[in-house]
Protein backbone atom coordinates (compact mmCIF):
# COMPACT_ATOMS: atom_id res chain seq x y z
CA UNK A 1 0.00 0.00 0.00
CA UNK A 2 0.68 3.26 -0.99
CA UNK A 3 1.77 5.90 2.18
CA UNK A 4 -1.76 7.89 3.10
CA UNK A 5 0.64 11.27 2.01
CA UNK A 6 -0.21 9.61 -1.72
CA UNK A 7 -4.12 8.91 -0.99
CA UNK A 8 -6.75 11.95 -1.23
CA UNK A 9 -7.13 13.27 2.41
CA UNK A 10 -10.56 12.47 3.81
CA UNK A 11 -13.77 14.56 3.34
CA UNK A 12 -12.28 16.90 0.41
CA UNK A 13 -13.44 17.43 -2.85
CA UNK A 14 -10.04 16.69 -4.02
CA UNK A 15 -11.14 17.98 -7.75
CA UNK A 16 -11.73 21.27 -6.67
CA UNK A 17 -8.36 21.33 -4.79
CA UNK A 18 -6.36 19.50 -7.95
CA UNK A 19 -8.05 22.76 -9.57
CA UNK A 20 -7.03 25.54 -7.38
CA UNK A 21 -3.41 23.96 -6.92
CA UNK A 22 -3.06 23.71 -11.13
CA UNK A 23 -4.85 27.71 -11.07
CA UNK A 24 -1.76 28.83 -8.68
CA UNK A 25 1.00 26.85 -10.78
CA UNK A 26 -0.21 28.86 -13.86
CA UNK A 27 -1.22 25.70 -15.38
CA UNK A 28 -4.42 26.31 -17.33
CA UNK A 29 -5.14 23.26 -19.95
CA UNK A 30 -4.36 19.68 -20.13
CA UNK A 31 -0.67 18.76 -19.07
CA UNK A 32 2.14 16.47 -19.23
CA UNK A 33 4.25 16.64 -15.52
CA UNK A 34 8.14 16.34 -16.03
CA UNK A 35 9.55 15.93 -12.85
CA UNK A 36 12.67 16.23 -11.21
CA UNK A 37 14.75 19.10 -13.35
CA UNK A 38 18.18 19.16 -11.11
CA UNK A 39 18.25 15.45 -11.57
CA UNK A 40 19.72 14.21 -14.74
CA UNK A 41 18.83 11.39 -14.69
CA UNK A 42 14.86 12.06 -15.31
CA UNK A 43 16.27 13.29 -18.37
CA UNK A 44 13.52 16.35 -18.52
CA UNK A 45 15.33 18.18 -21.29
CA UNK A 46 14.89 14.84 -23.19
CA UNK A 47 11.26 15.64 -22.75
CA UNK A 48 11.44 19.39 -23.23
CA UNK A 49 13.23 18.25 -26.67
CA UNK A 50 10.75 15.62 -27.36
CA UNK A 51 7.87 17.86 -26.37
CA UNK A 52 9.26 20.57 -28.92
CA UNK A 53 8.70 17.93 -31.74
CA UNK A 54 5.03 17.94 -31.34
CA UNK A 55 3.16 19.74 -33.81
CA UNK A 56 2.27 23.45 -32.94
CA UNK A 57 -1.62 23.05 -32.94
CA UNK A 58 -1.08 19.97 -30.27
CA UNK A 59 1.79 21.90 -27.80
CA UNK A 60 -1.73 24.88 -28.01
CA UNK A 61 -3.48 22.50 -26.34
CA UNK A 62 -1.17 20.65 -23.91
CA UNK A 63 1.26 21.73 -21.64
CA UNK A 64 4.13 20.64 -20.58
CA UNK A 65 4.88 21.30 -16.80
CA UNK A 66 8.12 20.34 -15.26
CA UNK A 67 8.97 20.80 -11.63
CA UNK A 68 12.03 22.09 -10.47
CA UNK A 69 14.31 24.90 -11.62
CA UNK A 70 15.31 25.80 -15.21
CA UNK A 71 18.92 24.41 -15.77
CA UNK A 72 19.33 26.13 -19.16
CA UNK A 73 16.63 25.11 -20.57
CA UNK A 74 13.91 27.65 -22.09
CA UNK A 75 10.96 27.55 -24.48
CA UNK A 76 7.37 26.07 -24.52
CA UNK A 77 7.31 25.20 -20.87
CA UNK A 78 5.49 25.97 -17.68
CA UNK A 79 8.33 25.92 -14.44
CA UNK A 80 6.65 25.57 -11.37
CA UNK A 81 9.58 25.70 -9.09
CA UNK A 82 9.60 22.87 -5.77
CA UNK A 83 6.40 21.58 -5.68
CA UNK A 84 5.80 20.44 -1.99
CA UNK A 85 4.41 17.17 -1.39
CA UNK A 86 1.16 18.90 -0.15
CA UNK A 87 0.14 20.69 -3.22
Not at 25 to 31: E, I
Amino acid sequence: ASPELFHPPSGSSTDDEASRALERLGVDRPYVLASGAADPRKDVRGAVEAFGLLPAPLRERIALVVTGEPDGIAGEVRWVGGVPDAT
